[in-house]
Nanobody, 126 residues
Framework: QVQLVESGGGLVQAGGSLRLSCAAS????????MGWFRQGPGQEREHVAA????????YYADSVKGRFTISRDNAKNTVYLQMNYLKPEDTALYYC???????????????????WGQGTQVTVSS
């Protein structure tokens, strides 16, 4: 059974930082591109960041470029999202997803995850 478990969310003031983690089990982690998505209140889900299987190529949404960094540790089956200079508009439920996607799909921000986590809430106060 595949499980993706996010952690690291919380309440932070604007300008602060958080580091999200997503621990994967039940799948061959190295074979999956990993992504982070978010959905704020009354908003559609947004694809925030993605990372290829080897961790060498990334995708970022324009809204987070320069502030967020995605990384992975294949030895720990974990993907991370370092979020700096947080803004109130970053408030959302953050999900990770695993997708057996090719490089071009990942870098174009077109991941369609096969597996999803339950999400971790990030709230940024002004």
């Amino acid at each position: 059974q595949v499980q993706l478990v996010e952690s690291g969310g919380g309440l932070v003031q604007a300008g602060g930082s958080l580091r999200l983690s997503c621990a994967a089990s039940g799948l061959n982690f190295r074979n999956y591109a990993m992504g982070w998505f978010r959905q704020g209140p009354g908003q559609e889900r947004e694809h925030v960041a993605a990372l290829t299987r080897d961790g060498r190529t990334t995708y970022y949404a324009d809204s987070v470029k320069g502030r967020f960094t995605i990384s992975r540790d294949n030895a720990k089956n974990t993907v991370y999202l370092q979020m700096n200079y947080l803004k109130p508009e970053d408030t959302a439920l953050y999900y990770c997803g695993a997708d057996n996607a090719i490089l071009s799909t990942v870098v174009a921000g077109r991941m369609r995850p096969d597996y999803w986590g339950q999400g971790t809430q990030v709230t940024v106060s002004s």
